[in-house]
C-alpha cells in the first residue's frame, strides 16, 4: 500500500500503534491456541475466548494510569495480557498448575493478579459489578487518585445488584468506570430479546450516571471513550459508564454451537476485525513491511507455544495447598486442625 499522505497523520504515535498491534496479536493467537488445546483436552472446566474484542483490552491498557484497578468476568484472558502479564502464568492457570497466577486454583475464569492491579476474573454473572464499586470505595478512602474499571458482559446488567451499585456509586462518588463489553449475546440470548432498550449506556439516566456508547471495534475509540470517563471519575466527579459495542467471533464458549446467530453478521464483524484495522493503518503509515510483519508473528507465534510448553512442564499443587489463599489464618486458626 501507498504511504498516507502527511495531512492523514493518525492520531496516536507509531509506537502506540505498534504496541497495539503486537498486544492484540498476542491476545488473538493466544485464544486460538487455547481453543485448540481445549479441544484436545489439554484442560477443562469452561472456556470463553476473547477472539475479536482485543480493542477493547488493548484500548482500556493503554488508557489507565499506575496504580489503577481493574475487575472483570469470566471472559478474562486478554486482560492481564493487555497489563503485561507473560501469558505463560496464564496457559499455567488454564492447565490448573501451581505457576499460574492464581496457583493454579482459579482456572478459565479466575485470571488475578494483585501486582498488576487485577482484580480478578469472576464467574458469579454480575457479582464483580458491587465489588468494582468497592474497589473504587477503597481509592477514594485512601485519596489515591486511583480508578476502578470494572468490566461486565451485556446479560450482567440484568442483575439487581447493577442498579444498587449505580445509586450507591453516584451517591458517594466513586471513582469507577462501569464497562459493558457489549458483544451482542448473553450466552445464546440476544440484547433485543432481553429489552427494548438496546442502548446500554442509557442505563445510567435515571441516576443521572454519565454515560455513552463506544465503537468497540475501534482501539482508538475505546482507549479515548476509557480516558475521558477515567478523568472524569479521577477528578472527584463520580462514575461513568460505557457501552462498549464489540463482537466475539467464537461461541460464548466453548460448548456453544452458535446456532442464534448467522455466518452472514459473524463476517460483517470480521470486516471490521480490530487487529485487521491497526495492521492496516500500520502499513498505510509505512512503519512495518511484510518482512516486519511476519517476523512479528513469529515472535509471537514462539512466546505462545513458549506458554503452552510452560504449562505443560509446571507442575500441579501440592495437596497441602488445598486449604491455603481461602482464609486469614490468624483470624481462623482452627481451618487446618
Known amino acids: 500500500m501507498a504511504k498516507k499522505k502527511a495531512s492523514e497523520k493518525l492520531e496516536f504515535s507509531k509506537a502506540q500503534y505498534l504496541k497495539w498491534y503486537k ?8 485464544e486460538e491456541t487455547c481453543g485448540n488445546l481445549y479441544l484436545q483436552q489439554k484442560f477443562g472446566g469452561f472456556c470463553h475466548l476473547y477472539i475479536g ?125 462501569f464497562i459493558v463489553e457489549n458483544n451482542g449475546y448473553a450466552m445464546g440470548t440476544s440484547v433485543e430479546r432481553t ?48 457501552d462498549i459495542n464489540t463482537y466475539r467471533y467464537k461461541g460464548h464458549s466453548m460448548s456453544d454451537p452458535q446456532k442464534y446467530r448467522t455466518k452472514d453478521e459473524v463476517n460483517a464483524y470480521k470486516e471490521r476485525d480490530p487487529l485487521a484495522q491497526v495492521l492496516s493503518k500500520i502499513m498505510e503509515q509505512g512503519w512495518l513491511n511484510e518482512a516486519d510483519v511476519k517476523k512479528i508473528e513469529g515472535e509471537v507465534k514462539a512466546k505462545v507455544e513458549a506458554s503452552v510448553t510452560f504449562a505443560e512442564e509446571s507442575p500441579f499443587p501440592d495437596e497441602d495447598q488445598l486449604y491455603t489463599d481461602i482464609y486469614d489464618q490468624a483470624d481462623y486458626p482452627y481451618i487446618m486442625d
Not at 458469579?124 to 464499586?133: E, F, K, L, T
Request: charged share 20%; aromatic share 8%.
Open 23 to 30: 498486544d492484540m496479536l498476542m491476545m488473538r493467537r493466544f
Open 53 to 177: 474484542q482485543e480493542a477493547v483490552a488493548a484500548g482500556f491498557a493503554s488508557a489507565m494510569i499506575k496504580g489503577d484497578k481493574i475487575i472483570t468476568a469470566y471472559r478474562d484472558h486478554a486482560h492481564p495480557i493487555a497489563l503485561g502479564m507473560d501469558p505463560k502464568y496464564v496457559m499455567a492457570e488454564l492447565y490448573g498448575k501451581s505457576t499460574g497466577c492464581s496457583k493454579g486454583k482459579g482456572g478459565s475464569m479466575h485470571m488475578f493478579d494483585k501486582e498488576l492491579n487485577m482484580m480478578g476474573g469472576h464467574g458469579i454473572v454480575g457479582a464483580q459489578i458491587p465489588m468494582g464499586a468497592g474497589i473504587a470505595f477503597a481509592e477514594k478512602y485512601n485519596e489515591s487518585g486511583n480508578v476502578c474499571l470494572t468490566f461486565m458482559g451485556d446479560g450482567a446488567v440484568r442483575q439487581g445488584a447493577l442498579h444498587e451499585t449505580f445509586n450507591m456509586a453516584m451517591i458517594w462518588k466513586l471513582p469507577v468506570v
Open 195 to 242: 429489552t427494548n432498550v438496546t442502548d446500554l449506556s442509557k442505563l445510567g439516566l435515571s441516576y443521572d450516571l454519565p454515560s455513552e456508547s463506544v465503537d468497540g471495534m475501534s482501539v482508538e475509540a475505546v482507549h479515548n471513550a476509557i480516558k475521558k470517563a477515567a478523568d472524569h471519575a479521577r477528578e472527584g466527579n463520580g462514575p461513568y459508564l460505557l
